[in-house]
């Protein structure tokens, strides 16, 4: 298949789990500032640094209070990675690529791209009309549920279809790694707080970001920061833990080479194996004693190198490649 196509099938599955991630820690957040208010932005700052642009947000605005993070991190079309910028992209992806994918996946990404267009203009009048509205954040969730449940029952798993769950479980990995690394690692300064009421409630909020409290529940029953890691990152069943994740990313990276899972012809099989196997074969014991932040910064490290791969085992052009594109380009002018 065209490099192409795969190359907007992967990114436009990203940027829309990315900026359904982003909505939901938004979301979480939203509802524990109406219980804790927070006029000093410990408690929005942290989210920008979860999305990793803590420096473009300091150049930009003077201080992590609720309206100025969630405007970045919403409709900032300065900001890479705000919801905007992620449909705005995502939706350009498909357009590109219409031919390819099912025309009910083009209208699920464009309406997702207008509900959120639209907040922005109504955000550009007066935005604490926005800051209050949290309909808006099931809204986005819904919408991008329903594009990931469009194209798994409307478009043929082919290569394609497997670009873009390879994009998507990545994306979905790396979120949630981010997530739980800033709650162990900034979210609480004081040691005092651990064991405390606001610790519980903001590991359940982790839970929350991940739209995993409920079924966290249904199989530890209390909340445990020990057990809390453990399900984010090595529960097998679990859609948005780390481990899942990469698991399906493995899978339908073997489906894209066609080798069977265990060997590998390319450097993407090979970083994503190893990954896999470093999760499968620890215990949530070896990973407290080795540090849980340099376990997730670990992670991180490695899906951003499985990403990079992709990119360019998939989608770059070799010199070899180019030169032939040229030419046939030459033949079809004259």
């Given at each position: 298949?065209?490099?192409?196509?795969?190359?907007?099938?992967?990114?436009?599955?990203?940027?829309?789990?990315?900026?359904?991630?982003?909505?939901?820690?938004?979301?979480?957040?939203?509802?524990?500032?109406?219980?804790?208010?927070?006029?000093?932005?410990?408690?929005?700052?942290?989210?920008?640094?979860?999305?990793?642009?803590?420096?473009?947000?300091?150049?930009?605005?003077?201080?992590?209070?609720?309206?100025?993070?969630?405007?970045?991190?919403?409709?900032?079309?300065?900001?890479?990675?705000?919801?905007?910028?992620?449909?705005?992209?995502?939706?350009?992806?498909?357009?590109?690529?219409?031919?390819?994918?099912?025309?009910?996946?083009?209208?699920?990404?464009?309406?997702?791209?207008?509900?959120?267009?639209?907040?922005?203009?109504?955000?550009?009048?007066?935005?604490?009309?926005?800051?209050?509205?949290?309909?808006?954040?099931?809204?986005?969730?819904?919408?991008?549920?329903?594009?990931?449940?469009?194209?798994?029952?409307?478009?043929?798993?082919?290569?394609?279809?497997?670009?873009?769950?390879?994009?998507?479980?990545?994306?979905?990995?790396?979120?949630?790694?981010?997530?739980?690394?800033?709650?162990?690692?900034?979210?609480?300064?004081?040691?005092?707080?651990?064991?405390?009421?606001l610790d519980n409630i903001q590991w359940a909020a982790v839970l929350k970001s991940a739209s995993a409290l409920e079924m966290y529940r249904k199989t530890y029953h209390r909340i445990d920061p020990v057990l809390v890691a453990s399900f984010l990152l090595l529960d097998d069943v679990f859609p948005r833990s780390i481990r899942y994740a990469v698991s399906r990313a493995q899978r339908s990276l073997a489906s894209i080479t066609g080798n069977p899972i265990g060997r590998f012809d390319t450097q993407p099989e090979k970083l994503i194996g190893k990954l896999r196997s470093d999760l499968e074969f620890t215990d949530i014991k070896e990973i407290f004693t080795t540090g849980l932040h340099e376990c997730l910064d670990d992670v991180q490290i490695k899906l951003n190198d499985i990403g990079a791969s992709v990119v360019e085992t998939f989608f770059t052009l070799r010199p070899m490649e180019m030169m032939q594109f040229q030419h046939q380009n030459f033949q079809t002018q004259n």
């Open positions: 298949m065209l490099s192409r196509v795969a190359d907007s099938m992967y990114w436009m599955c990203r940027y829309i789990e990315r900026a359904e991630n982003t909505a939901r820690f938004i979301a979480v957040n939203f509802i524990l500032a109406l219980d804790a208010p927070d006029p000093n932005g410990a408690q929005w700052m942290p989210l920008v640094m979860v999305s990793g642009d803590n420096t473009l947000f300091e150049k930009k605005y003077s201080t992590p209070t609720k309206e100025n993070v969630m405007n970045f991190l919403m409709f900032d079309t300065d900001n890479p990675n705000s919801i905007l910028s992620c449909l705005t992209s995502a939706r350009e992806n498909a357009r590109s690529i219409r031919e390819i994918i099912s025309s009910e996946m083009w209208e699920q990404v464009n309406k997702f791209y207008l509900l959120v267009r639209d907040l922005a203009m109504q955000a550009r009048t007066d935005f604490s009309v926005i800051a209050n509205q949290f309909e808006m954040f099931t809204k986005m969730k819904l919408s991008a549920h329903l594009f990931e449940g469009v194209m798994a029952a409307t478009m043929s798993h082919n290569e394609a279809w497997h670009f873009g769950r390879l994009g998507r479980f990545l994306e979905r990995a790396d979120k949630t790694s981010r997530i739980l690394d800033v709650k162990y690692f900034i979210l609480l300064p004081d040691i005092a707080d651990v064991g405390s009421s």
